[in-house]
């Protein structure tokens, strides 16, 4: 069964910093671009980072770039997300999500079950 | 900057036909994803690239295009289908992702 399992959220003072994880299973995780996505309170979805089966093609959202970093380990079937400079704007529910296809960009078709990420003082 | 706009409700009742458009910038040369959410669930993949349903998703559910606005289509609504919908779309050479801002759609 496909499965993805995010961990490491919690509750953080603006500025501060946190690493989300996320352990994947059921596929062959080394072949597929991985994303992650969040959704703010009430709010709606917004892509925020994804990296390539290989981990050499990396892009952000123009939100998080220069303070999230996003990584992957292939010999664990693990994907990361460093959080740094944290906002109050970063509280949301962060979803680590696969995409359908193999190598290429196309569409998400399995996601985590999210982690809760709180930003407040 | 790439925007997807969609109207914030629909409502139809059990067994109607449900539309739910998404509209932005140079539709023509893109292709789009539909996602379903449900209250306290993880979004759901309906359709990708534009018309393609994935494993498991009923026929009842299809994605057209026209012009500068491309709808998501759910024949023979059922109560179950109530739910936020999202489309999305590949932007800069799918080096980034932008979501339309959802529909909520009401099964009267």
């Known amino acids: 069964q496909v499965q993805l399992v995010e961990s490491g959220g919690g509750l953080v003072k603006p500025g501060g910093s946190l690493r989300l994880s996320c352990a994947a299973s059921?596929?062959?995780?080394?072949?597929?671009?991985m994303n992650w996505i969040r959704q703010a309170p009430g709010r709606g979805l917004e892509w925020i980072a994804h990296?390539?089966?290989?981990?050499?093609?990396?892009s952000y959202a123009d939100s998080v770039r220069g303070r999230f970093t996003i990584s992957r380990d292939n010999a664990r079937n693990s994907l990361h997300l460093q959080m740094d400079s944290l906002r109050a704007e970063d509280t949301a529910v962060y979803y680590c999500?696969?995409?359908?296809?193999?190598?290429?960009?196309?569409?998400?078709?399995?996601w985590g079950q999210g982690t809760t990420v709180a930003v407040s003082s | 900057s790439f925007e997807l706009t969609q109207p914030p409700s629909v409502s139809v009742a059990p067994g109607q036909t449900a539309r739910i458009p998404c509209s932005g910038d140079?539709?023509?040369?893109?292709?789009f994803n539909w996602y379903q959410q449900k209250p306290g669930q993880a979004p759901l993949l309906l359709i990708y690239?534009?018309?393609e349903r994935p494993s498991g998703i009923p026929e009842r559910f299809s994605g057209s295009s026209s012009g500068a606005t491309v709808t998501l289509t759910i024949s023979g609504v059922q109560a179950e289908d109530e739910a936020d919908y999202f489309c999305?779309?590949?932007?800069?050479?799918?080096?980034?992702?932008?979501f339309g801002g959802g529909t909520k759609l009401t099964v009267l």
């Open positions: 999305q779309s590949p932007h800069n050479s799918a080096t980034s992702w932008v």
């Open positions: 990296i390539s089966s290989s981990g050499f093609i990396i």
């Open positions: 690239k534009d018309n």
């Open positions: 059921g596929f062959t995780f080394s072949e597929y671009y």
């Open positions: 999500v696969k995409d359908i296809e193999q190598l290429v960009v196309s569409a998400m078709d399995v």
């Open positions: 140079a539709l023509p040369k893109r292709y």
